[in-house]
C-alpha cells in the first residue's frame, strides 16, 4: 500500500482573505481531518501567484477516496470550501493525485 500526495489548488472566493482561508483550515483541521486515520499529514501553502495549494498525504488510494467520499457530506468541509472559488473548479482536472515514493 503505497501513500498518496493530493495537490489541491485554492483560489479565494471574492471577498475572502487569507486570514478566512487560515480560520477555516484550522476549523477542518481541527474538527475534520484530525479525526481521518487515512490522513498523514497536511500542508497548506500560499504559492508566487497568490493562489494557494493543500497538500494532503494520504495512508493510501482507498483511504483518499473515502475521505473524498466523506468530504461531500460534511458540513465542517462545506464551510472550509465556501471561502474558495469553486464556481470553474474541476477537481478531475485541476487535482494532482500522486503515488508517493518517500516521505522524510
Do not use: W
Request: proline fraction near 5%; glycine fraction near 2%.
Amino acid at each position: 500500500m503505497l501513500p498518496v500526495t493530493v495537490l489541491a489548488p485554492i483560489k479565494l472566493a471574492e471577498g475572502k482573505t487569507e486570514t478566512d482561508l487560515l480560520a477555516a483550515s484550522k476549523v477542518f483541521q481541527r474538527d475534520f481531518v484530525a479525526h481521518e486515520v487515512g490522513v498523514l499529514r497536511r500542508e497548506l501553502v500560499r504559492k508566487p501567484d497568490g493562489t494557494y495549494l493543500d497538500i494532503v498525504q494520504f495512508r493510501s488510494h482507498e483511504d483518499y477516496l473515502d475521505v473524498v467520499k466523506k468530504e461531500m457530506e460534511s458540513p465542517i468541509c462545506a464551510a472550509f470550501f465556501s471561502v474558495m472559488d469553486l464556481r470553474d473548479f474541476d477537481p478531475d482536472a485541476e487535482m494532482e493525485v500522486n503515488a508517493s515514493l518517500e516521505t522524510h
